[in-house]
């Protein structure tokens, strides 16, 4: 094991850290007087004062050198969800989440927050304010979401604190915000091509979306209140808005707010989720000879189509969490933020 760090050090690293939320997370920590390196695929912006380095977490000498020095690590990068490669998120996901936690202990770094998913424990069927004691989903909705639930494992049960190595997993649940590449360009894909005019099911389920900032704010708190017998040390929280919203009514929002129409036909959810997973099977069996993406996939009908709401009364209780953006304002500052995406532009 290295030297290790001087406890109380403000050197971070955020592996990610040029992806949406990963941005977010070092210009608030450069905020919050912190020293910020990032390790990401590739660089996607310059900061000053932020030291980039590129490379892939699955390499252990490229991570180890991008970590000496480093006290804490935020380990927020993933193959994006919409890849559906299997093998992807299982190398990078899986192994490279073994990888990022051996580089950690070699490094001398005393403390890893893991940005894992609320839908970990997420099947497909509702949830209403659903706490973190919840199991892991048996039957996880897609290939993304069950290397989601290996990974939390790793890092959870890698907290070590006779050794000094504390870790920490944020579960967050549909992130929005400015520069977000997946809910709002998706939606405003959709419907450009005409096909958000449809509601599946009653439109009645209530979700989570959670703005960034709140995202990196319970991640802030947990960094900061891991410590040596701290009851954050090993455990999971879920990081929300703490305000369930019907599913439908998120969307018009965003859609009314750029200027285009709202769903309005009713569409029968398993109606819906067949056709999607009929489509998906389609996909799998066309990969060979040609691929397409379908914008209604099971998991986006399954999110689209059911209650799935989670408490954050533990992230209030261990770590004092409170969101900081409410949703009617994130959503205006999401909307203003994509004035490229608007209706006619
Ligand atoms: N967005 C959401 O609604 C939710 C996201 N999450 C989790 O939050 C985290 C951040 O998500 P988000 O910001 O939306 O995703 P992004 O895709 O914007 O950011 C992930 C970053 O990780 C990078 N990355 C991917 N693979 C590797 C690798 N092998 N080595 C180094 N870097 C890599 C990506 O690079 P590249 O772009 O080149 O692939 C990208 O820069 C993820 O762990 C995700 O699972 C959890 C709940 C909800
Ligand atoms: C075409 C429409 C039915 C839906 C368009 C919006 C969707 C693209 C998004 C609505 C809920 C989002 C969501 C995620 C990705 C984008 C949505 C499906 C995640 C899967 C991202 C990664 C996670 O860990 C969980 C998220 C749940 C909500």
């Given at each position: 094991m290295a030297t290790r760090v001087r406890p109380g050090s403000k050197r971070c690293a955020v592996?990610?850290?040029?992806?949406f939320l990963g941005r977010h997370l070092v210009e608030k920590l450069q905020d919050r007087g912190y020293s910020v390196s990032v390790f990401d695929l590739h660089q996607s912006y310059q900061l000053q004062g932020v030291t980039f380095h590129t490379g892939d977490l699955c390499d252990r000498q490229a991570l180890l050198s991008a970590l000496q020095g480093v006290s804490l690590v935020f380990h927020c990068a993933s193959?994006?969800?919409?890849?559906?490669?299997r093998a992807l998120f299982e190398r990078v996901n899986i192994r490279g989440t073994q990888t990022v936690i051996a580089a950690c202990i070699e490094a001398g770094v005393q403390k890893l927050i893991l940005t894992s998913s609320?839908?970990?424990?997420?099947?497909g069927t509702d949830i209403k304010?659903?706490?973190?004691?919840?199991?892991?989903?048996?039957?996880?909705?897609d290939y993304y979401t069950a290397t989601k639930i290996q990974q939390e494992k790793l890092v959870l049960e890698a907290c070590d604190e006779q050794n000094g190595f504390l870790t920490a997993a944020i579960r967050p649940h549909g992130i929005f915000g400015p520069?977000?590449?997946?809910l709002v360009p998706i939606l405003v894909d959709t419907a450009r091509r005409g096909k958000m005019k449809f509601i599946i099911g009653d439109g009645k389920n209530l979700v989570d979306f959670t703005f960034v900032e709140n995202v990196v704010h319970g991640h802030i708190l947990a960094a900061e209140c891991?410590?040596?017998?701290?009851?954050?040390?090993g455990k999971p929280y879920h990081i929300t808005n703490d305000e369930p919203v019907r599913f439908w009514d998120f969307m018009s929002d965003v859609l009314v707010g750029l200027g285009y129409s709202a769903p309005r036909y009713h569409l029968p959810y398993t109606l819906v989720y067949g056709l999607a997973l009929l489509l998906w099977l389609l996909t799998l069996v066309l990969r060979p000879v040609m691929s397409f993406k379908p914008t209604f996939t099971p998991m986006r009908v399954a999110l689209a189509g059911t209650h799935h709401y989670y408490s954050c009364e533990r992230a209030k209780e261990d770590?004092?969490?409170?969101?900081?953006?409410s949703l009617k304002d994130g959503i205006q500052r999401t909307v203003l933020s994509y004035p490229h995406l608007r209706h006619g532009a």
């Open positions: 592996i990610g850290g040029s992806g193959p994006a969800p919409a890849s559906d490669d609320a839908s970990v424990v997420f099947e304010n659903g706490r973190e004691d919840l199991p892991y989903a048996r039957k996880p909705i520069r977000d590449p997946q891991l410590r040596p017998d701290s009851p954050t040390c770590l004092g969490y409170k969101p900081v953006v």
